[in-house]
Every structure is written in C-alpha cells, then in structure tokens.
C-alpha cells in the first residue's frame, strides 16, 4: 500500500489545548521526553498521564479496535503514538499515526516499532494523502482545536475510500459548560459541538452516523462546573466584582475532594464508550462517531 505524501505537508504544532501555528520542527529523543519532562497536558505521554485524563483516551482506541482488522488506518493527531500501537497490534494490515507536533512523533518513532506502524508529520487541515487512500481514519479530540473543522472533516473524507469508516470524538459543549456560555472556557478551543452540531457537521459528507457517549465525569462534577462557570460568568460582568478561580469556587462551594479521595483509584467503567440514545443522548463528557463516507 503506497502511503507516500502527495505533497509536502506544512509543518505545524498544535498544542493539546492550543491553536495551530508555525514553528520550526525540534528533534527530542524519548530519554530528553521521560525522565525530565511532567506531564503539562499539551499531548497523552504513557506513564505521566493522570489516569483520569489517560483512561478516556485509551478506552476510544480500544473501540476503535473493533474496526482494526486487515485495515488500512490513519490516526489523526496521533500524538506520542499509544493508540496508533495499538491499533497496529490489534491485526491492522497498515497505521499511519500522523501529528504536528515534532517532538511527540519523535517520541512515537523511539517508543513504538511495529513493520505495520509508522508515524509522519501532518496538518490536518491539509492531510498529505491521495484520495481514497485509506480503509478507516481515527482522530480523537481534535475537531474542536481545528480553525475550520468542516475543512478538516471534508480532508477527512477526501483520503478515505468509499464506504470507509471515520471515527472521531470531542468533548459535549453541554457537559462543560451551559449554554448561555457564550464562549468555550478552553481558551483554544475555537468550537465545541453538541450531538447534533457534530451530525449536521458530518452530514455533508458521511452517511450512516452513529454516536456513542463516554461519561468523563460524574453527576456532581457536572452539575459543580455548570454552577462554578455561571458564577464567574456572572462576577467578571460585574465591575467592581473579582472573579475567582474554579478551584477556589470549588472548594466554597464544598465539592473539592480532600486528598484521600483523590487518591482513590478509578473505576474504568466509568470511560467505556457506549451508545447514545438517539432520542435523548444525555450529556456524556465526549461524544465519538463512526460515519460512514458517502461512495
């Protein structure tokens, strides 16, 4: 199978959190990655990741190995490449992990040796594939960082062969936050999506849309974020008001979870990707769809 580049493709690093910008490629062996450097968030590093950050993240490779089998597979925003090695070991016939970030596809490249894996530097916005290139493609939280994510969607479609298989999750905009938040609290998100946002968006090109839910947090969590972001929505329209944290408004508020149960383990349960009711999807933490692209 010929994956090579179409053309040469922009080199580009998108922070975990963060916009996409240009800067210059750096090489960062795994020994520079993992002894010195804590996990900060800007991509999942195997074995520094919080588990409460690092579960939800495997478990959607997990579901997406139920696709893997004798596919050809490209991982968008791949990242340090743990779910792109999965999907290699799980009986795909080829994966293509792809990321912007330099120093995370040298850590995939040291880390992760499989004949059926390898690992390129990509934009997704501009992926530098030929059409019809590709069985499946997978990318995990990453459609809310894009500028124009029906371009990235329609770049999605365009390297996949008829009938061939997308999988894609984001977090639930209401889970976060409520809808009279007129803006994401990520500051670099530059959209998030309902269900049914994220299906109008997929529409233009796929068919066959199904959508499953990951919990991510707990009731009270959610209901705590809800009563924590209208607080400080409200105190910053106030002009001699000061706006708190969420962590200080957490703890006023009571539900700040002193240390021991902090250092509870988690319940992996809590992560599986599971179906959404089409009727009433509920507010899961992330939402993921498989569509189908369109022959």
Request: hydrophobic share 40%; glycine share 6%; proline share 10%.
């Amino acid at each position: 199978m010929d994956v090579t580049p179409a053309t040469p493709a922009e080199i580009i690093v998108r922070t975990h959190s963060g916009p996409v910008f240009s800067r210059k490629a750096t090489v960062v062996t795994p020994d520079q990655i993992e002894p010195s450097t804590p996990f900060t968030g800007e991509y999942v590093v195997p074995g520094k990741t919080p588990e409460n950050e690092w579960l939800p993240h495997i478990e959607r490779y997990r579901f997406a190995g139920n696709i893997a089998s004798g596919k050809v597979i490209l991982d968008v925003a791949c990242g340090t490449g743990y779910g792109s090695d999965l999907l290699a070991g799980l009986a795909a016939k080829q994966v293509i992990g792809g990321d912007a970030s330099p120093e995370a596809l040298s850590f995939a490249n040291h880390r992760f040796g499989r004949e059926n894996l390898a690992f390129v530097k990509l934009d997704g916005s501009r992926l530098p594939f030929r059409p019809s290139t590709f069985d499946a493609v997978v990318s995990f939280e990453t459609v809310e960082h894009m500028k124009d994510p029906a371009r990235f969607l329609r770049e999605c479609a365009r390297v996949l062969r008829p009938n061939g298989i997308l999988l894609c999750s984001t977090p639930m905009r209401l889970a976060w936050r409520p809808p009279w938040m007129p803006k994401p609290q990520n500051p670099f998100h530059t959209r998030e999506f309902t269900v049914n946002e994220l299906r109008a968006a997929l529409d233009e090109h796929f068919d066959r849309v199904e959508f499953f839910g990951q919990a991510c947090i707990g009731t009270v969590e959610w209901v705590t974020r809800y009563v924590v972001s209208t607080s400080d929505f409200v105190f910053s329209r106030i002009p001699t008001g000061r706006t708190r944290s969420q962590h200080k408004l957490d703890w006023l508020l009571g539900y700040w979870p002193p240390a021991s149960r902090r250092a509870e383990p988690l319940d992996p349960r809590r992560f599986e990707v599971r179906p959404l009711s089409p009727r009433i999807p509920g507010f899961p933490g992330a939402i993921l769809a498989k569509a189908v692209r369109r022959p």
